[in-house]
């Protein structure tokens, strides 16, 4: 599985953004999909995730109420639309796919990362 992001950009406090995740391979749709972000200087950050199977997502304190995960698998992609950005939400963001049946904020359990895209929100 191969999982290219994009959509990330600079952006002024209080905007929004779309970041998508495309993936390739057949078994994709089976496979739980996070998202995680890594600022400069500080360890990388779970912020959310969706299952394969049922659509259950499950987001980090700091971005609930203001990111939605979502997918479609028939495009074999996964989105995550940020409303109400703050400067602190600046980071390389990551989305990563887990082979396991469950859902997790763990990122040693993801199997495949993709590149990264960069977010930039200005004060």
């Known amino acids: 599985v191969q999982l290219v992001e994009s959509g990330g950009g600079l952006v002024q406090a209080g905007d929004s953004l779309r970041l998508s995740c495309a993936a390739s391979?057949?078994?994709?749709?089976?496979?739980?999909v996070g998202w995680f972000r890594q600022a400069p200087g500080k360890e990388r950050e779970f912020i959310a995730v969706?299952?394969?199977?049922?659509?259950?997502?499950y987001y980090a304190d700091s971005v609930k109420g203001r990111f939605t995960i979502s997918r479609d698998n028939a495009k074999n992609t996964v989105y995550l639309q940020m409303n109400s950005l703050k400067p602190e939400d600046t980071a390389v963001y990551y989305c990563a796919a887990s082979r396991r049946g469950y859902i997790s904020r763990r990122y040693t359990e993801y199997d495949y990362w993709g590149q990264g895209t960069k977010v930039t929100v200005s004060s």
């Open positions: 969706i299952s394969g199977s049922s659509g259950s997502s």
């Open positions: 391979g057949r078994t994709f749709s089976s496979y739980s």
